[in-house]
């Protein structure tokens, strides 16, 4: 079982809908968690992050992460059609000398105009 | 301020051959990591670098290693290729924290194995 699950998708709304991603883990260690934003043929993108359990609002964007139930999710208000894109949650243990991320798989998400 | 520069963007390389990848992070930063991208596993943690120093290594066979120069810049080298090597390999450069919370990726190379 993988540390870190996440729906692949592919995920179809229309312009305008909120979009709900999520993801759960197994590591408790786990305290900080992100969400990246891929388009095709680019680097991931940093979109969110945050520390331990909470919310967190930017804009369109609100991540919130419940480490109870080991679940993070990322809403995405107002969608556009330049939303489309894989997002990708990633989490980190954050342990000074293991400072890797462990990524999702990564949800396509595609809005529809 | 310039981004992660990776280089080459796309590669075509036989079966057996050996291949080395290149990362230039962001300016002032001292941490790179690597990373492989496949449809099937998605992003996977090779390694990361510090200073000049493995810091910390990913679950990938010794036929994947990786070095970092005094500039921060940070080279990945493959042997003995294989066809499942075929992937992304995307490479993050971090500023001089303990956590690595604000990575940032370059637009990656795309390596086909044939």
């Known amino acids: 079982q993988k540390e870190v699950e996440q729906d692949p998708g592919p995920l179809s709304v229309p312009e305008g809908a909120i979009v709900s991603l999520n993801c759960t883990y197994s590591n408790s260690a786990f305290q900080y968690f992100m969400w990246y934003r891929q388009y095709s043929r680019k680097g991931p993108e940093l979109l969110m992050y945050?520390?331990?359990?909470g919310n967190k609002e930017d804009g369109r964007f609100t991540a919130q992460v419940d480490k109870s139930s080991k679940y993070i999710s990322l809403f995405i208000r107002d969608s556009q059609p330049s939303d489309s894109a894989t997002y990708l949650c990633?989490?980190?243990?954050?342990?000074?000398?293991?400072?890797?991320?462990?990524f999702g798989t990564g949800t396509r998400l595609t809005i529809i105009p | 301020k310039a981004g992660v520069t990776q280089t080459p963007r796309y590669l075509i390389k036989t079966r057996g051959q050996q291949v080395t990848l290149s990362c230039s992070p962001i300016s002032g930063h001292r941490s790179v990591s690597w990373y492989q991208q496949t449809p099937g596993q998605g992003l996977q943690f090779l390694f990361e670098?510090?200073?000049?120093?493995?810091?910390n290594k990913g679950n990938f066979p010794g036929r994947f290693s990786g070095r970092q120069f005094s500039n921060s810049r940070s080279e990945m080298n493959v042997s003995t290729l294989e066809l499942g090597d075929s992937a992304l390999y995307l490479c993050?450069?971090?500023?001089?924290?303990?956590?690595?919370?604000?990575?940032?990726f370059g637009q990656g190379t795309r390596l086909t194995v044939v």
């Open positions: 990633a989490m980190s243990a954050l342990t000074f000398g293991n400072e890797k991320l462990t």
């Open positions: 945050t520390y331990s359990s």
């Open positions: 993050a450069s971090s500023s001089e924290t303990p956590m690595n919370t604000e990575a940032f």
């Open positions: 670098y510090f200073s000049e120093t493995q810091r």
